[in-house]
Nanobody, 115 residues
Framework: QVQLVESGGDLVQAGGSLRLSCAAS????????MGWYRQAPGKQRELVATSTAGGSTNYADSVKGRFTISRDNAKNTLYLQMNSLNPEDTAVYYC?????????WGQGTQVIVSS
């Protein structure tokens, strides 16, 4: 069974940066779509960014220009570089992978941005 393990969440001041990692237990090149989602307290889970196997990326409007999603197939890891963080970015961040009929989630990593 494929597992995704996120790491890199932390407490950071507004304006700071963090890099989240999502390590997969298998080769990620076969994942048609990988993405980062987040869920803030009292809110629904929302899309942050996605990356296709072909290299296309997509971002939520709220993070465009500040966040960058990337894959390292050699390390079987998905990354999310987050810059210019603000308190509205505070949430649990989840990694997701989709291929054929499979849809796998990680356990999440907490990001807290203080003002």
């Amino acid at each position: 069974q494929v597992q995704l393990v996120e790491s890199g969440g932390d407490l950071v001041q507004a304006g700071g940066s963090l890099r989240l990692s999502c390590a997969a237990s298998t080769n990620i090149f076969r994942f048609a779509l990988m993405g980062w989602y987040r869920q803030a307290p009292g809110k629904q889970r929302e899309l942050v960014a996605t990356s296709t196997a072909g290299g296309s990326t997509n971002y939520a409007d709220s993070v465009k220009g500040r966040f960058t999603i990337s894959r390292d197939n050699a390390k079987n890891t998905l990354y999310l570089q987050m810059n210019s963080l603000n308190p509205e970015d505070t949430a649990v961040y989840y990694c997701n992978a989709k291929w054929f009929s499979n849809d796998v989630w990680g356990q999440g990593t907490q990001v807290i941005v203080s003002s």
